[in-house]
């Protein structure tokens, strides 16, 4: 049975931050790699089949939200899954402690990057009636 728990509570919590928008996807990475063992090629494997549900569950509300520009959808889609397709091709011959590395780095970076955006926002002064 807890051989079952951990990996559950794994994908609950990633689908939880997915929902949000945090980027369930890295911390499914982390918790596969480092608590659960998984290699890390196998674990990016898994990660992107993750994603498909829960980026198509996003796109359904934010389309019926309206917040797709679909000018833009369609500039970026096609350099994008090109790349995506590049980079998985280029994984597949690499050694996995490079690809660690950099990822480790993004990791930092895009941590300190939303720490600063977290710190620069102002709480919303309550006690003032809104401007006309």
């Known amino acids: 049975m807890k051989e079952l728990l951990i990996p559950f509570l794994t994908g609950l919590g990633a689908g939880v931050l997915s929902a949000w928008g945090v980027g369930g996807g890295t911390i499914l990475l982390l918790c596969m790699t480092l608590l659960l063992g998984v290699d890390q090629r196998q674990a990016q494997a898994v990660n992107l089949l993750f994603f498909l ?11 019926k939200k309206g917040e797709i520009d679909g000018l833009l959808w369609r500039q970026t889609a096609l350099a ?50 809104p401007e006309k």
């Open 53 to 63: 549900p829960a980026a198509g569950a996003g796109l359904l509300f934010h389309r």
């Open 80 to 129: 994008g899954t090109a790349a995506a397709l590049a980079a998985a091709a280029a994984a597949q011959f690499l050694d996995v402690s490079l690809l660690r590395r950099p990822f480790g780095v993004y990791l930092l970076l895009a941590g300190l990057s939303m720490l600063r955006k977290l710190l620069k926002k102002t709480p919303p002064d309550r006690g003032k009636p």
